[in-house]
């Protein structure tokens, strides 16, 4: 079996978070939130795959941001990798997830879905924002119920 060539790719600036140590807002807190326009990710996608068949490779893609699911066109860039049958995992945060999106999700392919815990509640919530540790804990027992692995 060949082996996977992995990449993270930032696909969107945009969050419901403005965490402490966030690179994307380390220096200005009023920047431009940008995304990768869809006819871009189309060509990106293109190179992933023609590099990795050169490569004899399997490309596998971290989806990240900001929080992925906020790129305006997250759902075609979902059907997409399905289409492309590319592996990938999500790198966001729980606010968006509930039942529906999560059943979507593992319906694309999504194999694992990451979120972040900074520690106990107190510490987490001053890193990210009140009430993510709970929304967090919760979000875990979504994803598992949608048979998504959570990392």
């Given at each position: 079996?060949?082996?996977?060539?992995?990449?993270?790719?930032?696909?969107?600036?945009?969050?419901?978070?403005?965490?402490?140590?966030?690179?994307?807002?380390?220096?200005?807190?009023?920047?431009?939130?940008?995304?990768?326009?869809?006819?871009?990710?189309?060509?990106?996608?293109?190179?992933?795959?023609?590099?990795?068949?050169?490569?004899?490779?399997?490309?596998?893609?971290?989806?990240?941001?900001?929080?992925?699911?906020?790129?305006?066109?997250?759902?075609?860039?979902?059907?997409?990798?399905?289409?492309?049958?590319?592996?990938?995992?999500?790198?966001?945060?729980?606010?968006?997830?509930?039942?529906?999106?999560?059943?979507?999700?593992?319906?694309?392919?999504?194999?694992?879905?990451?979120?972040?815990?900074?520690?106990?509640?107190?510490?987490?919530?001053?890193?990210?924002?009140?009430?993510?540790?709970?929304?967090?804990?919760?979000?875990?027992?979504?994803?598992?119920?949608?048979?998504?692995?959570?990392a």
């Amino acid at each position: 079996m060949k082996e996977y060539f992995a990449y993270q790719w930032h696909i969107t600036d945009y969050c419901d978070q403005r965490c402490k140590h966030c690179y994307i807002f380390s220096e200005n807190q009023d920047i431009e939130l940008l995304e990768t326009p869809y006819d871009q990710v189309v060509a990106t996608l293109n190179d992933i795959e023609i590099m990795c068949q050169k490569d004899g490779k399997i490309p596998y893609i971290y989806l990240t941001g900001g929080d992925p699911i906020l790129h305006t066109r997250f759902w075609d860039i979902m059907n997409l990798f399905k289409k492309h049958q590319i592996a990938f995992t999500i790198l966001g945060n729980p606010f968006h997830l509930n039942d529906e999106i999560c059943r979507r999700l593992k319906a694309v392919g999504c194999l694992k879905y990451q979120l972040s815990l900074d520690g106990l509640k107190e510490t987490h919530d001053y890193f990210r924002k009140p009430g993510s540790f709970d929304w967090t804990l919760e979000k875990i027992k979504c994803l598992k119920k949608a048979g998504i692995k959570v990392a």
